[in-house]
């Protein structure tokens, strides 16, 4: 879905690029957590030169590409095509078809975490029946954004973009955060998560300069506001 949106827009383009290899990082990716497809997108990010151009991105596992535009893409265009925003955007079978059993081919797009004016996702597909696509996203949805932003910072760099101090945070830091969140104490969340105290505060303080934060309430705040933990299930 998100490389037929990019076509779409690459075909009103002046300079489209093209390279036949796909990108490692996100082929790994997909071939971990047993996707069907994983695809960046990235619109309006600012190439550094020629002043005033845009680099607009789709990066597949099957294809990398990318085109130069001198304008930004309409965030009217985004909306209408559900792109942007903090909103997660799924595309489904048609709704008849929703609770079958059989399987269907079915995608889903998360935001990431803008540095500028930027709009990015990455996507993820895969054919799947209802209940396997819902366990498949519960599983792995908290790792793909995580990655996805990281990936975008790549991108970013790569462009001429200052994003050096946007480290990763990894998943057991994500864990100690999550049950912060929800109230529990570190003794609590060194129980629930089979590690010592010492662990749970060395990766609380881990979490807490990546974010660049003062206080480990402060990196829950805005691990919550990028949407790097999920505190519904808690």
């Known amino acids: 879905m998100l490389e037929t949106i990019f076509n779409h827009l690459a075909g009103h383009s002046l300079e489209i690029r093209e390279r036949s290899e796909g990108v490692a990082f996100l082929k790994a990716a997909k071939d971990l957590y047993g996707f069907s497809s994983i695809a960046y997108l990235g619109f309006n990010i600012d190439l550094a030169a020629p002043h005033g151009s845009l680099l607009n991105c789709c990066y597949s596992d099957t294809s990398v590409?990318?085109?130069v535009t001198r304008k930004r893409i309409a965030r009217a265009f985004l909306e209408e095509h559900r792109i942007g925003g903090a909103a997660v955007a799924e595309w489904s079978p048609p709704a008849a078809d929703v609770d079958a059993p059989e399987e269907h081919e079915r995608s889903i797009a998360y935001p990431l975490t803008a540095r500028g004016?930027?709009?990015?996702?990455?996507?993820?597909?895969?054919?799947?029946t209802t209940d396997a696509w819902d366990q498949h996203k519960r599983g792995g949805m908290r790792d793909i954004r995580v990655l996805g932003n990281y990936f975008h910072s790549h991108i970013l760099r790569i462009n001429g973009?200052?994003?050096?101090?946007?480290l990763i945070v990894s998943a057991r830091e994500l864990d100690c955060l999550k049950w912060k969140a929800a109230g529990k104490t570190v003794w609590e969340a060194s129980v629930i998560l089979g590690i010592s105290e010492r662990t749970v505060r060395f990766h609380l303080n881990a979490a807490r300069e990546k974010l660049n934060c003062a206080t480990t309430t402060q990196a829950v705040a805005k691990a919550i506001s990028q949407q790097l933990i999920d505190v519904s299930g808690t």
Request: charge should be negative; proline fraction near 0%.
């Open 161 to 166: 973009h200052d994003a050096e101090r946007d």
């Open 117 to 128: 004016a930027e709009t990015a996702l990455i996507g993820i597909g895969a054919t799947m």
């Open 65 to 67: 590409r990318h085109f």
